[in-house]
């Protein structure tokens, strides 16, 4: 039995070379796509691989841009030695931001892609060659922004100028950095998949805005100062949550019980975003 297209995907590909960061955003009428197009590896390079999907495009396609291959040359090799290549569709960024979209002539209309400075967008089953365009044009518009937030706002907008023929169903959202993830021992900044929903992007949405606050970074500039008044209402707040005795200790147990210890670095300042969880919580 032949396997079942990942179909109706549209997906970008992309790179922040300043911050180091390198990702991947999809959205498709497929269960789970996040198990299946994005793939990405900090220095070398992202990988979309959809349509009548080859899963083996990410891995081999990872290796042969870790031997510093572009990504122009990358999809040749991937594709010139794939019989199934006219029904596959893929997207490469490069570890130098170079980027190449492949679309096989078997692929459904619509299906196309586009690319530019740090990116490849691409996709297939389309209502219009809108979709792409939505993708690449609000990636270019938006390098103000993390990487993270301009790719969920690439999906927004390729779903507002049309998205999939076929609807929706699933999204995920993939960042990778070097020694940027949990705890610093991590390549992998964001991991988010939406498997099955109605409006997957709306939720990869809320899902993002969930893992800032958990794991987003506040400037250190921007931290309170923890004078005696705010020393007080913090012993307060933390006790009527069951959280009493030393400070620090109490201090360190609520964040950690509210998985927020990422954001806490002592008692002498509080990154606002873990003081207003506090307020909220023990309110």
Request: with cysteine.
């Given at each position: 039995m032949a396997p079942e297209p990942v179909v109706a995907t549209y997906s970008i590909v992309a790179c922040d070379l300043p911050a180091g960061q390198w990702g991947a955003a999809v959205q498709s009428k497929f269960l789970a796509v996040g198990s299946v197009v994005p793939w990405a590896e900090p220095q070398v390079g992202a990988i979309a691989t959809q349509a009548y999907a080859n899963p083996r495009y990410g891995p081999d396609g990872l290796a042969l841009l870790r031997e510093g291959r572009t990504a122009e040359e990358v999809i040749k090799a991937l594709t010139s030695a794939d019989e199934g290549r006219d029904e596959r569709q893929v997207g490469v960024v490069d570890g130098a931001g170079r980027a190449a979209t492949f679309t096989g002539k078997g692929c459904h209309?619509?299906?196309?892609?586009?690319?530019?400075?740090?990116?490849?967008?691409?996709?297939?089953?389309?209502?219009?060659?809108?979709?792409?365009?939505?993708?690449?044009?609000?990636?270019?518009?938006?390098?103000?922004?993390?990487?993270?937030?301009?790719?969920?706002?690439?999906?927004?907008?390729?779903?507002?100028?049309?998205?999939?023929?076929?609807?929706?169903?699933?999204?995920?959202?993939?960042?990778?950095?070097?020694?940027?993830?949990?705890?610093?021992?991590?390549?992998?900044?964001?991991?988010?998949?939406?498997?099955?929903?109605?409006?997957?992007?709306?939720?990869?949405?809320?899902?993002?805005?969930?893992?800032?606050?958990?794991?987003?970074?506040?400037?250190?500039?921007?931290?309170?100062?923890?004078?005696?008044?705010?020393?007080?209402?913090?012993?307060?707040?933390?006790?009527?949550?069951?959280?009493?005795?030393?400070?620090?200790?109490?201090?360190?147990?609520?964040?950690?019980?509210?998985?927020?210890?990422?954001?806490?670095?002592?008692?002498?300042?509080?990154?606002?975003?873990?003081?207003d969880a506090l307020r909220k919580a023990s309110s």
């Open positions: 209309d619509w299906a196309g892609g586009h690319t530019g400075e740090c990116y490849a967008a691409q996709g297939n089953i389309l209502v219009s060659e809108a979709t792409v365009d939505a993708l690449a044009a609000t990636f270019e518009s938006n390098a103000h922004l993390e990487l993270g937030q301009r790719l969920i706002e690439c999906l927004a907008a390729a779903q507002a100028a049309g998205g999939d023929r076929r609807g929706q169903q699933s999204a995920s959202l993939l960042v990778v950095e070097k020694d940027a993830g949990y705890a610093k021992l991590s390549d992998t900044v964001i991991d988010l998949r939406v498997d099955d929903h109605a409006r997957p992007i709306a939720e990869l949405g809320r899902l993002f805005s969930l893992h800032e606050e958990l794991f987003g970074a506040t400037p250190q500039e921007d931290w309170v100062a923890v004078d005696d008044t705010l020393q007080q209402e913090l012993r307060e707040r933390l006790a009527s949550l069951g959280h009493a005795g030393e400070l620090q200790q109490a201090f360190d147990d609520w964040a950690g019980a509210a998985n927020l210890e990422e954001r806490v670095d002592g008692v002498s300042r509080i990154d606002p975003i873990v003081l």
